[in-house]
């Protein structure tokens, strides 16, 4: 599939006790922020650069790009903990025009809208969450890890990026992270293109639900998921719109029936009168 999704990075300068990264290959994107926990005398660059490359090894040798799958690729990348760092992971990809989202510790995924701003996924401390959701043609995405987040809050964020397009919001987020940055911020800034491959429904997608914990103010329905045991059941999603043109279609069709209907009727009345004319004529005439 052409990856067209128009992009931005945003990464602080690491120290000697920080490292972060954003990172994006073919149709995967990443932001990445460690911390050291001690003095531990390990560099903790290498162990950042380390992290990353087993992200995307265990991305890639999975066969299928779903949730379970892209989840248990970060499972396996963080399987051997180590207590002298502290990460946080964010992890997304877009498959037709599913975005599949998996966090590891805090992080958060912000969604700008038709004009409305909001959170969509956050991450919790020690855990691996696994979001999916439903894009829609020129979304804004803003992948932050734990440390940009707290640099640049919701709130404030919010504010920043409205009425902006891409490379605006990465313009005027840039300095303030740079601005005495603790190493630990770092962000992907992605508007979605549709496509060029069919857009992948909701229905062709098992891992898709309507959320219980969603983001109503755009109908961006993401889930959490926690149980392998909620996959498959699918969610269609069937707005008012398209509620109206099913039910005038089907009144359509059910006026055509009726004409044919009362055509046909009426073609057997007209047969049945010409047959009995026809007998009134013939039946006089065999018996002379």
Do not use: C
């Not at 809208?113 to 696994?130: H, L, P």
């Not at 964020?157 to 603790?182: G, Q, Y």
Request: glycine content about 4%.
């Amino acid at each position: 599939m052409m990856n067209n999704n128009l992009l931005a990075k945003i990464v602080a300068n690491s120290t000697d006790s920080t490292w972060s990264q954003s990172y994006s290959t073919l149709n995967l994107y990443i932001t990445l922020s460690v911390e050291k926990q001690n003095s531990y005398e390990e560099n903790i660059a290498s162990f950042g650069k380390e992290l990353l490359e087993k992200l995307q090894r265990e991305f890639f040798a999975q066969d299928k790009k779903n949730l379970l799958a892209i989840k248990e690729a970060v499972e396996k990348s963080v399987s051997e903990p180590n207590p002298n760092f502290a990460f946080s992971i964010i992890l997304a990809t877009i498959v037709g025009n599913i975005l599949y989202i998996v966090i590891a510790n805090k992080g958060s995924v912000v969604m700008k809208r038709a004009g409305k701003v909001g959170i969509v996924a956050t991450g919790e401390e020690d855990k691996i969450i696994s979001f999916s959701g439903v894009l829609e043609k020129n979304d804004i995405l803003i992948l932050e890890t734990e440390g940009f987040s707290k640099k640049i809050p919701f709130t404030k964020l919010s504010s920043l990026v409205d009425n902006l397009i891409i490379s605006e919001i990465s313009e005027s987020l840039a300095p303030i992270v740079h601005e005495e940055s603790k190493g630990t911020e770092a962000a992907i800034i992605i508007q979605y293109i549709v496509a060029e491959e069919k857009p992948v429904t909701v229905n062709d997608q098992p891992e898709v639900f309507e959320s219980k914990k969603g983001f109503p103010l755009i109908g961006f329905l993401i889930n959490k998921i926690k149980q392998p045991k909620n996959i498959g059941i699918p969610h269609f999603n069937f707005n008012f719109k398209n509620k109206r043109l099913y039910i005038a279609g089907l009144i359509i069709v059910v006026l055509i029936i009726f004409s044919l209907v009362l055509v046909f009727e009426k073609q057997r009345e007209q047969r049945e009168e010409i047959e009995q004319r026809l007998e009134a004529v013939i039946i006089p005439a065999q018996k002379k």
